[in-house]
């Protein structure tokens, strides 16, 4: 059974903070790695990681894959108010419908 | 908007009752997809419809049912309702079953069962 597990579950920061989401997962034929941003109420993409490697958006969002180790990261640096939401991410296998993990709610205060 | 509609936003029912969610996809997806997201438990794949036919379950309930219209909307019904059953059921659609892109969500329809 696949399985993808998001740590932490949830994480207040201060606005200028570098935070680091992480998940792992298990899943049989692997293609990619979905991270999407839940701010008030649907879900919306942020990143797709194929290789392990660093994949950029938006100068502040960095994610890295690592398909040998079965992880991913996302990583926001100067965190801002607007950034609070719940991360969620989500391996994609052939055409299985996408399984996510519990995701990080993350709040940043100002 | 991301071109996927759910209504409606809010529904508010009792125990025992039956309730029907509905959901258009964007324009030319064929693939529609439900979730239910509750605080504990996540996002949580419920039942995947392709071009009208069913193509995969989740962990969805016996007493959820779902099917999609030759026009490609696509209704999710939920009897019998529990406290329980209160959440948030997203639909999402996608052009094609293997689209590692992801999908588009819509807004969500927000279940509260009294």
């Known amino acids: 059974e696949d399985k993808v597990v998001q740590s932490p579950l949830s994480l207040v920061v201060h606005e200028g903070d570098t935070v680091t989401l992480n998940c792992s997962y298990e899943?049989?034929?692997?293609?990619?790695l979905l991270w999407y941003k839940q701010e008030k109420k649907a879900p919306t993409f942020l990143f797709m990681l194929t290789s392990s490697g660093i994949e950029k958006k938006s100068g502040r969002l960095s994610s890295i894959l690592d398909k040998k180790e079965l992880f991913s990261i996302l990583n926001i640096t100067a965190t801002q108010t607007g950034d609070s939401a719940i991360y969620l991410c989500?391996?994609?296998?052939?055409?299985?419908?996408?399984?996510f993990g519990k995701g990080t709610r993350l709040s940043v205060i100002a | 908007d991301s071109g996927v509609t759910q209504t409606p936003k809010h529904l508010i029912t009792a125990t025992g009752q039956r309730v029907t969610l509905r959901c258009s996809p964007r324009s030319g997806d064929l693939s529609v997809y439900w979730y239910q997201q509750s605080l504990d438990q996540g996002l949580q794949f419920l039942i995947q419809?392709?071009?009208?036919?069913?193509?995969a379950k989740g962990n969805i309930l016996e007493r959820f049912s779902a099917q999609q219209f030759p026009d490609l909307h696509s209704e999710l019904n939920l009897s019998s309702l529990e406290l329980g059953d209160s959440a948030l059921y997203f639909c999402?659609?996608?052009?094609?079953?293997?689209?590692?892109?992801?999908?588009?969500f819509g807004s969500g329809t927000r279940l509260t069962v009294v």
């Open positions: 999402a659609s996608s052009a094609q079953t293997d689209l590692p892109q992801g999908y588009t």
């Open positions: 899943v049989t034929n692997f293609r990619s």
């Open positions: 989500a391996p994609t296998s052939g055409n299985t419908p996408l399984v």
């Open positions: 419809y392709y071009n009208g036919e069913e193509r």
